[in-house]
């Protein structure tokens, strides 16, 4: 089940809900990370119900399942989106994935600098999607406070939450486990064979010895000073 994250990188609240144009309602305005103009992100993946080219491009995103609130609430979640400069890549219908970037910040309508207007509604868009509220504002449907409806996590950095207390979605720190060192086994030395042992290396006790005074002939062919050993093998 998804949970809604804030639709920028950068939070960046230049105006709150009831209070200038916002009046009786939860709107509230985000100029991201400067005055240039920065991407909305789809807060959970979302099919368009509805694009209002009239005023300020407004494009209202309906959860395609229920969502999980900050408060543990399971309910479809509606969003509207205003001042987007040019919507013509969107339309009725077109389901956009969570995390993709599918409008921007702008001046759209009515609006003096770059900037996102927020408004989120609890459940599925209804009726036109917005109502003119008691102080003459059009408002989105069911609207609720942004901070009870959206997460936040470790890739949105606060420049200005307007001292709105968002719940941080917590990344659970996986340990990973120590790798076992291969046990290493002791270098066997093979057991000689006697067999295979050179002559010269096998036990053995001498029996005579034979020095040959001259070169002669002694049953055995010798040279002078070469030494005939009998051994007896144990």
């Given at each position: ?190 057991v000689e064979d006697p067999k295979e ?25 010798l040279k002078e000073n ?9």
């Amino acid at each position: 089940m998804e949970k809604p994250l804030f639709p920028s990188e950068f939070m960046r609240i230049t105006q709150g809900y009831n209070e200038g144009t916002h009046k009786n309602s939860f709107a509230i305005d985000n100029a991201g990370k400067d005055s240039g103009i920065s991407d909305i992100y789809a807060p959970f993946t979302g099919i368009i119900k509805k694009i209002y080219k009239t005023d300020a491009n407004e494009v209202w995103l309906e959860s395609t399942e229920k969502v999980e609130y900050p408060d543990g609430t399971v309910d479809y979640l509606t969003i509207l989106f205003a001042h987007d400069n040019n919507v013509d890549n969107l339309f009725v219908g077109k389901v956009i994935k969570k995390g993709e970037v599918f409008y921007h910040e702008g001046t759209k309508g009515n609006a003096s600098g770059n900037h996102c207007h927020i408004e989120c509604g609890r459940g599925k868009f209804s009726n036109s999607g917005w109502h003119k509220n008691e102080a003459g504002y059009w408002s989105i449907n069911n609207g609720e406070r942004p901070e009870n409806c959206l997460w936040i996590d470790d890739t949105i950095k606060i420049l200005n939450n307007y001292s709105y207390q968002f719940k941080k979605i917590s990344t659970p720190i996986v340990e990973k486990p120590e790798e076992e060192k291969p046990i290493e086994k002791p270098i066997e030395k093979p057991v000689e064979d006697p067999k295979e042992k050179p002559k010269e290396e096998l036990d053995s006790k001498d029996i005579f010895t034979f020095t040959a005074p001259k070169t002669d002939l002694y049953g055995v062919y010798l040279k002078e000073n070469q030494k005939l050993t009998i051994k007896e093998l144990s």
